[in-house]
């Protein structure tokens, strides 16, 4: 054994690879150590033999459903939004499968699929009550995958700066997809740690920042960006999924190009993606397109306040319609 050191010792070459090696696997040691398991709050619902974490606030009619961005941790991204909200009627968020409290997410699960847990669902929390669809960027091409199959009682959809069916294709060069070497880089970085290892010289201002953080450190983000690029991005024109809402109210509010005046490369794409999502306002009969003004792509953090009105003016809206309806068919039977 004494042997075996001083061999090692004399060779400067071998002491410090091992010296690297015994230090990796103490900080990895370490990293197990200080990782910690959060139980989130909220219920559960099946799909697939998969579990899906929901949270709902509130009592009574409408139901709106929020749906995250790509990526995006449903906690973070409504929470905030969620608390501001009125309790007179219900609101709902969940983790897509591969976040938050939810299962991990098949790196084969397509868009579709997304679309049908969503719809699944809104019909295990609302049934046939009427629902406002609230969708964030990617959430979008979810939302309108669901709102096309015409199977719950969607009675007003919001886009919060709702990515495009085509964007890839649009923004070629400027905006394009994440890239295998992203996703490949993720998994090399959860098998060996990296960003575990790393996370332990952070210093955390809440429980939700640590969990963030073990999270995109580790294989169900790898999982979830896998099955993205299983689908080779968004490079399908609108036109090809005939979609076509009807007199569906619909409110596509958009980011403010202005916002990205100091970042050339996104700023450089405001015109396209304006055009973007004015074709996804065309999509009914009945539909707003709003600039939501000093807000970027991350809307609800630059402008929550924007989105808690539209919502409750939707609100509003649905409630009214419903009493005409109510009303209509009262009459009707009276005659």
């Excluded at 809440?206 to 999982?223: D, P, T, V």
């Amino acid at each position: 054994m004494f042997s075996l050191y001083r061999r090692v010792a004399s060779n400067k070459l071998l002491f410090t690879i091992s010296l690297i090696i015994i230090c990796y696997f103490i900080l990895r040691g370490i990293a197990w150590y200080k990782h910690e398991t959060f139980v989130l709050p909220g219920e559960y619902f099946s799909f697939q033999d998969k579990k899906v974490r929901y949270l709902c606030q509130g009592s009574g009619h409408p139901y709106v459903i929020l749906e995250p961005g790509f990526g995006g941790d449903s906690e973070e991204e409504w929470s905030f939004i969620v608390n501001q909200l009125p309790s007179t009627f219900t609101t709902c968020y969940y983790d897509r499968l591969g976040h938050g409290g939810s299962d991990d997410v098949p790196t084969t699960f397509t868009t579709d699929q997304k679309a049908q847990l969503q719809e699944s669902l809104i019909k295990h929390i609302a049934g046939d009550s009427p629902v406002i669809l609230v969708a964030k960027s990617y959430g979008g091409i979810i939302a309108r995958r669901t709102a096309a199959r015409e199977s719950i009682n969607l009675a007003a959809l919001i886009l919060l700066d709702s990515a495009h069916e085509n964007q890839h294709e649009v923004l070629r060069g400027i905006f394009d997809p994440i890239s295998d070497t992203v996703k490949n880089l993720q998994y090399i970085n959860a098998a060996l740690g990296l960003f575990e290892i790393k996370n332990i010289f952070n210093e955390y201002d809440s429980n939700m920042s640590k969990r963030l953080a073990q999270y995109y450190a580790g294989f169900r983000w790898a999982h979830v960006l896998s099955t993205y690029r299983n689908e080779k991005g968004f490079f399908t024109p609108l036109e090809d999924f005939n979609y076509d809402f009807g007199d569906l109210k619909l409110v596509v509010m958009s980011h403010d190009r202005e916002a990205y005046a100091s970042r050339p490369r996104f700023y450089s794409m405001g015109e396209k993606w304006a055009e973007m999502q004015q074709s996804l306002a065309m999509l009914s009969n009945n539909s707003e397109h709003i600039i939501v003004k000093g807000s970027t792509h991350d809307m609800m953090g630059d402008a929550p306040e924007a989105i808690i009105a539209k919502i409750s003016e939707t609100v509003e809206y649905v409630n009214t319609q419903f009493i005409r309806n109510v009303t209509s068919v009262s009459d009707s039977t009276d005659s």
